[in-house]
C-alpha cells in the first residue's frame, strides 16, 4: 500500500483548494451558519459540474467510478475551506447508497443527487455509539401499507433537506434501509443549537406512511447481512469525515505558520523564538501523522473492507490533531485569536463538530477495544 500520492492526485487537490477558495470564502461559512438555507447556488453548481457528488460513484449509477481515496482528497480540500456540511452529507448520502442499494435501484435514487437537485442527508448511526447501526425506526403493517415511527438523535442538515437515508426494522420481515422525505407528514424534525452552529435536529416519526420508492434496501430477514453493509457505509463516511478533519488541522497550521512568521515581538517573528517553534513542529507532525491514518482508511474502505480498526484508528487520530491544532493556534495567536474577525474560531468549531460527530474519544476507544479482543478471539481460534 503506497500512501504517497500521485502526481494526478496532488493536481487535482491543487484544483479543488482553488475552486474552494474562489467560491467558499470565511464569507459564505459565516452566511451559512446565521441561515442554513443560504447556500452558495455558485458553490453548489460548480461541485455539480466538477462531478464531485458522483466522484466515487459506480458507472452503473450514473457515477464516475473513482475510489473513495479519490473523494477523501476532496474531503481535505473541503476541510480546508469549510465546505458547507450540507454539501459533504449529500455526497455522503451517495456514497452511502451506492454501497447499499442494488444497482437499478441506486441509478434511480441518485439521478436527482447528480443533477445537482437533491438536498439529503444521512442518519446511520447514532452519536453515542457509531458502530452500532441497529435501526431506531421500527415500521409496522397498516391497513394503507407500512408505518414508520422512531427517533433520531442528532441528525444533521436535516431541517433543510429533501431525503434522509435511514434504516428501518421491520420486525419479522428484517432489517431494511428506506429514503425518506423528510418533509414528509409525520416527520418532526427540532432544530438543536449547537456550538459550531450546524444545522442539526433531532428526528421524531410518527405513523410515517412508506411508499414503495422510498425503500433502497428491501427488509431482510438476515440481520447480520444488512447490519455488516450498514456498517460499512458508515466506516466509509467516517473516513471520508477523518479526510476532512485533516484538511481543517493544514488550514489551522497554515494561518498559525503565518501569523507567526509575520508577527513580531521584542523586534523578532513570533517563529523565530524556539518555544514558538517546537508548538509548530508538534502541529506539522500532527497533521503528517493524521493524513496517513485517513488515507489509510479511506484506502481499505474503498477496496470493500469493513476496515473498523482503521477507521477508528483515524477517527481517533485525525479528531485529536484537529482540535488539538485549533488549541495550538489560538495559544499562539494571543489575545487575537478569540477574536471572532479573526476567523480561527470556525476551524475550531468544526473540530468539535468532527469529533462528536462520529462518536467522543471514549466511544471511539471501546470500539477499538471490542475490533482489538474480536481479532484476538480469532487468532486464539485459528491455533486450536
Given at each position: 500500500m503506497n500512501l504517497t500520492l500521485s502526481p494526478e492526485e496532488e493536481a487535482?487537490?491543487?484544483s479543488m483548494r482553488a475552486l474552494l477558495a474562489r467560491e467558499c470564502p470565511t464569507e459564505v461559512v459565516r452566511r451559512v451558519q446565521a441561515d442554513p438555507t443560504a447556500l452558495p447556488p455558485a458553490l453548489w453548481r460548480r461541485l455539480v459540474d466538477q462531478s464531485m457528488f458522483g466522484l466515487a460513484l459506480p458507472t452503473s449509477a450514473g457515477g464516475d467510478g473513482a475510489t473513495l481515496l479519490d473523494?477523501?482528497?476532496f474531503?481535505?480540500?473541503?476541510?480546508y475551506a469549510l465546505c458547507p456540511s450540507a454539501i459533504l452529507n449529500s455526497i455522503?448520502?451517495?456514497?452511502?447508497?451506492?454501497?447499499?442499494?442494488?444497482e437499478a435501484t441506486a441509478k434511480r435514487v441518485l439521478a436527482p443527487l447528480l443533477a445537482g437537485e437533491l438536498r439529503a442527508t444521512v442518519a446511520l448511526s447514532a452519536p453515542d455509539d457509531a458502530s452500532d447501526c441497529a435501526p431506531r425506526v421500527?415500521?409496522?403493517?397498516?391497513?394503507?401499507?407500512?408505518?414508520?415511527?422512531?427517533?433520531?438523535p442528532y441528525v444533521a442538515d436535516v431541517a433543510e433537506a429533501d431525503a434522509l437515508l435511514v434504516p428501518v426494522d421491520f420486525g419479522a420481515a428484517g432489517i431494511g434501509v428506506v429514503c425518506l422525505p423528510s418533509g414528509a407528514d409525520g416527520v418532526d424534525r427540532r432544530r438543536l443549537a449547537t456550538q459550531a452552529r450546524?444545522?442539526?435536529s433531532h428526528v421524531l416519526l410518527s405513523d410515517v406512511p412508506l411508499r414503495?420508492?422510498?425503500?433502497?434496501v428491501p427488509p431482510n430477514a438476515d440481520a447480520a447481512a444488512v447490519l455488516l453493509r450498514l456498517r460499512r457505509a458508515s466506516n466509509a463516511l467516517t473516513a471520508l469525515q477523518t479526510a476532512e478533519a485533516v484538511g481543517g488541522a493544514e488550514r489551522v497550521l497554515d494561518r498559525t505558520v503565518e501569523h507567526v512568521l509575520t508577527r513580531h515581538q521584542f523586534g523578532r517573528p513570533l517563529g523565530a523564538f524556539q518555544a514558538v517553534a517546537h508548538h509548530v513542529a508538534d502541529m506539522r507532525i500532527a497533521v503528517q501523522g493524521a493524513r496517513l491514518t485517513a488515507w489509510q482508511a479511506a484506502w481499505a474502505v474503498g477496496r470493500g473492507e469493513l476496515a473498523e480498526r482503521e477507521v477508528v484508528i483515524a477517527a481517533l487520530t485525525c479528531h485529536q490533531a484537529f482540535k488539538q491544532n485549533t488549541l495550538t493556534a489560538h495559544q499562539l495567536h494571543g489575545g487575537m485569536g478569540y477574536l471572532r474577525e479573526t476567523d480561527l474560531h470556525l476551524w475550531s468549531e468544526r473540530a468539535k463538530l468532527l469529533e462528536?460527530?462520529?462518536g467522543g474519544r471514549e466511544v471511539l476507544l471501546r470500539r477499538l477495544a471490542r475490533e482489538l479482543a474480536r481479532a484476538r478471539a480469532e487468532r486464539a481460534a485459528a491455533h486450536v
Open positions: 487535482f487537490s491543487a473523494l477523501a482528497l474531503y481535505r480540500e473541503a476541510g455522503g448520502f451517495g456514497v452511502a447508497v451506492s454501497l447499499l442499494a442494488d421500527r415500521a409496522t403493517r397498516g391497513v394503507g401499507g407500512w408505518r414508520l415511527a422512531g427517533r433520531l450546524q444545522s442539526q414503495d420508492d422510498d425503500v433502497i462528536l460527530r462520529g
